[in-house]
């Protein structure tokens, strides 16, 4: 069984942007919107780094990540906690590519986040 409740995944799909926390090696926080958050099976979470040096070059030294994803009206929503792994080839990195050039943006990386614990507010 996986990681991901259903819940949090509607929350993922729905809600735009979603927060993601990073930190270097020595601890130094970075905090990033990213708008291209979406649920890849019941334990992993991908988004698409168009435009986030900080947050990749914390993931080279730390894989530890913090999600929040919360609905700007009521404040309800989820955090999710995992490990991100940066990916610059193969099939899901050309696939997001693919979609993101259609929009006339670069993927530089994806970045696949294995969910280790997820809390919500539903």
């Known amino acids: 069984?996986?990681?991901l409740p259903e819940k949090v995944k509607e929350t993922i799909a729905e809600i735009r942007p979603g927060i993601i926390a990073t930190a270097s090696k020595d601890g130094k926080p970075n905090v990033s919107a990213k708008g291209s958050f979406r649920v890849l099976d019941d334990?992993?979470?991908?988004?698409?780094?168009?435009?986030?040096?900080?947050t990749i070059a914390n993931l080279r030294e730390n894989p530890n990540v913090s999600i929040l994803v919360v609905h700007p009206k009521s404040m309800k929503g989820c955090r999710i906690w995992g490990k991100g792994e940066i990916l610059d080839s193969g099939e899901l990195f050309e696939q997001m590519s693919k979609e993101f050039a259609e929009r006339n943006l670069k993927v530089n990386h994806v970045v696949k986040i294995t969910v280790e614990e997820t809390q919500d507010s539903f």
């Open 43 to 54: 334990d992993h979470v991908v988004f698409a780094d168009i435009s986030s040096p900080r």
């Open 1 to 3: 069984m996986g990681k």
